[in-house]
């Protein structure tokens, strides 16, 4: 079944909880593959999506169609993926300062982000594993416009409502983007040649 959104509004209004079930059926898959496109640790992104639909769940009734469902569950998707990123860089952070005040500054934690996706052979792991660390290099904004366009596969008007930017910031972005990761992927092979 698919409803458009003027029928989830009337749904929605009629009983939250079956509204909410087929939030779950028609988006799980989406918010799941855009959590794990974000923070690429299977079990994280498992977590956070069980904090995206709790998150839907408590708003549904704020909901009012003023944009497109998808968008506000994308939204929502994207928020709390890095608010997750945010929270675990501050760990790691924290646990840089209590290295240094232990006298165990020869130990440095590694800075990029855990490599765990199942949508990945392993194969192409290391391929991958490259590219993800080019990413983790780009700005905040960048890395989000690069990954919803190249790996969601959502247009720039999608990018610009879900992050309330204009499509020309968007496509700014995306050319940032694409020449620094053009940069950084150029210097890991020119290394890597020799």
Known sequence: MHLDDQSFLELS????????????????????????????NKEDAEDVTQE???????????????????????????????????KKTRKKRSGMMTTIETDDSHIVPKTTIEFNHPGV?????????ILFDALDQLAENQKVAYTMHKIE??????????????VSSVESLMFRAKKKLQQLLEDYYKENEK
């Not at 169609?65 to 939204?75: P, R």
């Not at 052979?121 to 594993?129: A, G, H, S, Y």
């Not at 999608?158 to 204009?166: G, H, K, V």
Request: contains cysteine; charged residues 25%; hydrophobic residues 35%.
């Open 13 to 40: 209004k009629k009983n939250k909880d079956r509204a909410f079930n087929y939030l779950v059926d028609a988006y799980s898959s989406k918010v799941f593959n855009t959590c794990i496109n974000l923070i690429r």
């Open 153 to 166: 596969g959502m247009s720039y008007s999608e990018i610009a409502e879900s992050t309330e930017l204009s």
């Open 52 to 86: 995206v639909f709790t998150a839907i769940y408590l708003s549904l009734d704020t909901f009012g169609g003023d944009s497109k469902l998808s968008t506000w569950i994308y939204s929502i998707a994207l928020n709390k993926s890095k608010e997750f990123l945010r």
């Open 121 to 129: 052979l392993l194969e192409n792991k290391e391929r991958t594993q």
